[in-house]
């Protein structure tokens, strides 16, 4: 794969459509931030932008870093294609004074005029489709009040009216090993199945004072991870509490137990 001229602004595709925007910019901050200061990510959700961002770095080293520690990274289970951009972001051609004013797009405001008549037309048009979805949603009986005789839950009387399910809310970090006492030793929880060593050591290894990652052998979903310091091991918590390794994982960070 060609990786283009280096300069302060690197391309990243092959992301996660599946993402919400504000989510991948937030987690491509939290990972990319590591090596060096950030001036600005840009991604958009339309059609022809989504699964890529340009993440633009203050530096040209620190882009050139990013861009060789990150590749194939794998990030909400797909591997990160990076590439240098072709030109320089508007906020770095302002810097170096070379900013130039692009072409704007057709606004609005130039496309044909509608009348106040068809407008109103096709507003009312909109709510009345609107209107049929939500009835269709949620069904005819929701809009009917209920018949003589029923009781407020809907149900006839002498009906037997079963209690709902209890909610059961699965165990994110086991008291065994999770803790809240701050030490330099952090416990994770809700990792993927078959989450591997590799994966996690470079997501920590960037904060300083990262030791080791230690997964447990026949546990699942949980890992280890330690740092020089109470402070560094804290920094790190902050940061990646909840970084989705995979897109219905929600990582969990606690202080280990001692």
């Known amino acids: 794969m060609e990786l283009g001229q280096p300069n302060n602004t690197i391309y990243v595709n092959n992301l996660n459509e599946r993402v919400k925007l504000n989510e991948l910019k937030k987690y491509l901050f939290a990972i990319f931030s590591k090596f060096g200061n950030i001036l600005d990510i840009v991604a958009l959700k339309n059609l022809r932008m989504r699964g890529q961002a340009f993440i633009i770095f203050e530096d040209v080293e620190n882009a050139k870093k ?88 809907g149900l006839p009387p002498g009906m037997p009216m079963f209690p709902p399910p209890p909610i059961m809310r699965p165990v994110l970090h086991p008291p065994i090993f999770g803790g809240e006492m701050p030490n330099n030793i952090l416990f994770l929880s809700n990792l993927p199945n078959e989450t591997p060593e590799s994966m996690l050591t470079m997501l920590f290894k960037a904060y300083n004072g990262f030791r080791e990652v230690r997964l447990i052998p026949g546990r699942d979903g949980i890992a280890f991870v330690e740092f020089d310091t109470e402070n560094q091991a804290s920094l790190a918590k902050d940061t990646l509490q909840g970084f989705k390794i995979g897109p219905e994982k929600p990582m969990q960070i606690t202080f280990a137990k001692k």
């Open 66 to 153: 990013a861009l060789t520690s990150m590749q194939s990274f794998p990030f909400y289970e797909k591997p990160l294609r990076i590439q240098f951009a072709k030109s320089d972001s508007d906020v770095v051609a302002k810097r170096k004074g070379t900013f130039q004013e692009r072409p704007k797009r057709r606004s609005d405001s130039d496309q044909p005029s509608i009348s106040k008549k068809e407008k109103r037309r096709q507003q009312l048009a909109l709510k009345q489709e609107q209107q049929r979805l939500l009835k269709q949603q949620m069904g005819h009986y929701a809009t009917m009040p209920p018949m003589p005789g029923m009781l407020p839950t």
